[in-house]
């Protein structure tokens, strides 16, 4: 939508960060960039900078969260700002209450923003059309997730640099999750090569003509792709939950056989290791063990999973401060309690 | 008042001539004629003349949902979109499953006295797909209802399906099918499958979901030798099923409705539940096969599905919001500007896809004859010409749920005439 808030360099921002797609490589490299700072201060004794001071900012949940919401939670408070959690279950939403009904009325207090997780696709795009305040989509259904993928995006860079040029396979239920429709968009952006590994019935519908009409590869084969025989070796592997839930719909057989197939077993690690030890695993959690990924494989040192958790916070810091803090306001900062840091 | 001279309408779009009408029924067609000056006058040149239109597929939400539409209310919109009959579709609260729900549909019609308003009755009671409901009691009633569908909810059980066609080949009743296979699309899938729906995250509802429930009803048909109306046919795949079936000569039928004739499945990524339908708009290649089928024979009616929703239904998320849109008041211009302007029908055409056949498919007398003497002056007068642009504030309905609002079609009605008495007519009903 129609770009307002513009940060302190030339780059536009957008009013609302509902999908990836809403920040050009310009601005992913800024939020990026200004991330790179606020994950200084999670390092300082006091954690508190002014930048946000009197902003309201409502984590709207309508499912559950542990990681991303208490991410935000932090990310507001450690900036100043007001932060209210609502949950959807028990709110008036199940009451009965429409969608517009419930964000208009929070809306009508005045607030700055709205973080909303809904298990709805499409969901923050609404809202947005119906508030004066800014939306950030926090997770919507099996659409996008934007946070996350600016965070995965981060964390790969502070490993291996620049992800101009290099290759990450995503693995898992591609078709129901969100992180890899942000991370499509954001990796291509930054100039990374994308291949996503799942099986047939696992892959989003249409994926022939997106993956052609956006450039990126596919494979039913993990083992090709790691192994290198399907392009390039991989410098990242991102592995996406599985749900066991998925078995009675008939997305796959059974845990084993998925395991055989796409999980990140022992002997996958070591010959990854093997052939690159400087590869990167992510995760973006929560994670089934022994499902998708081994703990071997999650507690490894090429493993990234609290790197990512970690970066969350800055990630978002950043993302409020780009959309809700004026022109003028410095960044960083000095913390609230004095200037002794 | 039931007497009435129109003047100087092109009879289906054809030659320009006078009809007069004496209680309700034409009594001359020809050229320079006259009529005691007390007769209402209507001057129509440049107008076409049609047989009233006939809407085979019509939610007027009453009884039961009577904030989002009534029969009244769904009565002034379908004259205002030339309609002078609409089959009422069963998914009403309680659900039009005895004859007492069919006779009150029936008689609220009458009591707005606008359109003939003709239920539906249900396949099974409630709806649920499971026992079949009185469908002969329905039949023998005042309402003498023929066309049977569960709407939405598809007749998935195959032996059910059997035995509800079995049962209606006895009187010549048909089974109006929504045809989706529940295992493939189920209650939540909104959106066309395929990248779209991929890239939105909305749960599809592919083209196999229509087409394979279609080839079985097909097959049913013909094993029992019984009628199938295949409701609202959406993709390509379901239009070559029709096809086929017609060649083997199974007795099936099918509509399409305006909204899948021109609106497409881009409209969704915008995630606004006002383009929410079921089935779901689909991709420019299906809107093609649909008016080539249109066209051509093989898709024999255009049916609105017109389904008004109240606000508040409409404003949940895109996969909770309610399925549905307005269809009754555009459907001549929807139809027009795409077919006719198109170069795809003439208006003779149009009136027999608006009008003749789904009177034939309905049953329903009295509705869809060719303009002559001896015939109910049942009509509609259109303007090929005008052009207008949606209003949805405008409409008649109780509900805005408006796919239209804001575009700009070339045709319009102009007058609706139910037994030879304007129902609806530009400068509003008499």
């Known amino acids: 939508m129609s770009a307002t808030t513009s940060s302190t360099t030339q780059t536009r921002m957008p009013r609302h960060l509902l999908s990836m797609a809403d920040l050009d490589a310009g601005a992913i490299r800024t939020v990026l960039d200004t991330a790179a700072q606020m994950h200084d201060v999670q390092k300082r004794e006091v954690k508190k900078i002014p930048t946000l001071r009197g902003r309201t900012i409502i984590n709207l949940f309508f499912e559950d969260s542990t990681r991303t919401r208490s991410s935000f939670e932090i990310a507001g408070k450690w900036m100043s700002a007001d932060t209210i959690n609502i949950t959807g279950k028990g709110s008036a939403t199940s009451k009965g209450e429409s969608l517009r009904d419930t964000v208009r009325t929070i809306d009508a207090m005045g607030v700055d923003a709205f973080v909303i997780r809904h298990g709805a696709s499409g969901a923050c795009h609404q809202v947005a059309g119906w508030v004066d305040a800014h939306v950030i989509n926090a997770g919507d259904g099996t659409h996008e997730h934007p946070t996350q993928a600016l965070l995965d995006a981060y964390t790969m860079e502070r490993r291996l640099g620049s992800l101009e040029g290099r290759h990450v396979a995503i693995v898992g239920d591609l078709a129901h999750s969100r992180v890899v429709r942000s991370n499509l968009i954001s990796l291509q952006r930054l100039g990374a090569h994308v291949t996503l590994v799942a099986p047939p019935t696992l892959m989003p519908s249409g994926i022939g003509a997106w993956a052609e009409r956006d450039g990126f590869a596919l494979s039913h084969d993990l083992d090709g792709v790691l192994q290198g025989r399907e392009g390039k070796a991989v410098d990242a592997l991102m592995m996406l939950r599985v749900q066991k839930e998925r078995m009675s719909g008939g997305y796959f057989s059974t845990a084993r056989e998925y395991t055989v197939g796409y999980g990140l077993t022992r002997p996958r690690l070591a010959d990854l290791v093997e052939r690159n030890p400087e590869i990167v695993i992510c995760h973006p959690g929560p994670m089934n063990r022994g499902l998708e990924i081994s703990a071997d494989a999650a507690d490894a040192a090429q493993s990234l999973v609290l790197d990512q958790v970690s970066a969350g916070v800055a990630v978002r810091m950043s993302v409020l401060y780009h959309l809700l803090a004026g022109e003028d306001t410095p960044t960083v900062g000095t913390t609230t309690e004095g200037s002794a840091a | ?430």
Not at chain 2, 230 to 257: C, F, M, N, S
Not at chain 2, 358 to 371: D, E, F, V
């Open chain 2, 1 to 430: 008042m039931s007497d009435l001279l129109i003047t100087g309408a092109r009879l289906l779009g054809g030659e320009a001539k006078d009809v007069l009408v004496r209680e309700g029924t034409i009594v001359e067609v020809g050229t320079g004629l006259d009529a005691p000056g007390d007769v209402e006058r209507l001057e129509a040149d440049g107008l076409a003349l049609l047989p009233g239109f006939v809407d085979l597929h019509t939610h007027l939400r009453e009884p039961g949902r009577e904030d989002a539409e009534t029969i009244a209310t769904g009565a002034a919109a379908a004259a205002a979109g030339g309609y002078t009959a609409v089959l009422a579709m069963a998914n009403t609260s309680p659900v039009t499953d005895t004859a007492e729900a069919a006779e009150r549909v029936l008689d609220l019609g009458h009591e707005a006295g606008l359109v003939d308003v003709q239920p539906i009755g249900a396949v099974t009671k409630g709806l649920a797909g499971e026992e079949l409901a009185e469908l002969v009691l329905m039949h023998r009633s005042r309402a003498r209802v023929r066309v049977f569908s569960d709407d939405g909810r598809c007749v998935s059980d195959a032996r059910v399906m059997r035995r509800a066609l079995e049962y209606v080949r006895a009187f010549g009743g048909v089974v109006s099918q929504h045809s989706q296979d529940p295992d493939l699309a189920g209650p939540s899938a909104c959106c066309h499958e395929g990248e779209l729906s991929g890239r939105l995250g909305l749960p599809g509802w592919p083209s196999v979901a229509e087409s394979s429930i279609i080839a079985r009803d097909a097959q049913l048909a013909r094993h029992t030798g019984s009628r199938v109306h295949v409701a609202h046919v959406t993709t390509a795949e379901g239009v070559e099923v029709v096809r086929w079936a017609k060649a083997q000569g199974i007795d099936l039928t099918a509509e399409v409705t305006p909204h899948h004739l021109l609106l497409t499945q881009d409209l969704l990524s915008g995630y606004d539940p006002t383009f929410k339908v079921n089935p779901p708009l689909r991709p420019s290649e299906d809107v093609e096969a649909l008016r080539a089928a249109l066209a051509d024979g093989t898709i024999d009616a255009v049916a609105t599905d017109h389904a008004p929703h109240a606000r508040h239904d409409k404003e949940h998320a895109f996969v909770d919001a309610a399925f549905g849109m307005l269809g009754l008041e555009t459907a001549f211009a929807v139809v027009h500007d795409t077919m006719v302007r198109g170069g795809r029908l003439d208006l003779a055409t149009l009136a027999d896809r608006m009008s003749t056949a789904p009177a034939r498919i309905a049953g329903l007398s009295g509705h869809g004859s060719a303009i002559e003497a001896g015939a109910p002056a049942t009509l509609v007068l259109v303007d090929t010409e005008a052009s207008q642009t949606v209003d949805a504030a405008a409409s008649k309905s109780l509900s805005r749920n408006n796919p239209w609002h804001g575009m700009s079609f070339t045709g319009a009605v102009h007058s609706t005439i139910l037994r030879g008495r304007v129902t609806a007519s530009l400068q509003g009903a008499s």
